[in-house]
């Protein structure tokens, strides 16, 4: 069965340093691979997609991720963090089964930054 | 305004009691998702929607119902609440991209329950 996993729970930088977020996937095709951010007491907003080609995608607020096949994973990075990046992060596969396209996410990474 | 609306925003009722939550999207999409967030879990797939007369039960079904009364509204019903359903419950929207182009999912602002 497909899944995501999220190996870490929390995670807590300072404003400015580097972030990556990790995330391993369980797919045996070729996967969609989505990450999501949920700020407090909001809904989830896309940061980034992969569908094929580059494998490293660039998406909204400066953030990256890089599929590695080979490693069934897809990081997230971003190379300064700011205070408002402070939410929670999740990272989603899409696989189509029976016709329809549907998403598996991760438990989510929250991450704390302190100034 | 929102893509993707959802009302009420927040809700507290009793065991027992009959809920609907309202999903409504002026994005376009044909396909429309109920899901469930608890925390820790992730979120989860309750029932999803391709079209106004194809309805599909997700990973956790049991205890809801859906109603999708127009390509822009898809409602999830509680019929008798209890208390494990307490959850923020996201609708999701999608456009359908053609066979494995891996459609994009847009979420609303969530829905907080609260079934004491």
């Known amino acids: 069965a497909q899944s995501v996993t999220q190996p870490d729970i929390h995670i807590t930088v300072s404003e400015g340093a580097s972030l990556e977020l990790r995330c391993n996937y369980s797919?045996?095709?070729?996967?969609?691979l989505f990450w999501y951010v949920q700020s407090p007491g909001q809904g989830l907003q896309l940061l980034l997609k992969?569908?094929?080609?580059?494998?490293l995608v660039q998406g909204i607020k400066g953030f990256e991720a890089e599929f590695k096949r080979s490693q069934s994973s897809f990081n997230l990075r971003k190379p300064s963090v700011h205070w408002s990046d402070a939410a929670e992060y999740f990272c989603?596969?899409?696989?189509?089964?029976?016709?329809?396209?549907?998403?598996?996410f991760g438990k989510g990474t929250k991450l704390t930054v302190n100034p | 305004d929102a893509d993707v609306t959802q009302t009420p925003r927040n809700r507290i009722t009793k065991t027992g009691k009959r809920i609907m939550l309202e999903c409504s999207q002026t994005?376009?999409?044909?396909?429309m998702y109920w899901y469930r967030q608890d925390p820790g879990l992730g979120l989860r797939l309750i029932y999803y929607?391709?079209?106004?007369?194809?309805?599909n039960k997700g990973e956790i079904s049991d205890g809801y119902s859906v109603s999708r009364q127009a390509q822009a509204k898809f409602s999830l019903s509680l019929e008798s609440a209890i208390p494990n359903q307490t959850a923020l419950y996201f609708c999701?929207?999608?456009?359908?991209?053609?066979?494995?182009?891996?459609?994009?999912?847009?979420f609303g602002p969530g829905t907080r329950l609260t079934v004491l």
């Open positions: 994005k376009g999409h044909d396909r």
């Open positions: 989603a596969v899409g696989y189509t089964q029976g016709g329809s396209e549907k998403l598996v």
């Open positions: 797919y045996g095709a070729t996967p969609y």
């Open positions: 929607s391709f079209d106004v007369k194809d309805i």
């Open positions: 999701a929207t999608s456009d359908f991209l053609g066979p494995g182009r891996g459609d994009t999912q847009y």
């Open positions: 992969y569908f094929s080609g580059d494998t």
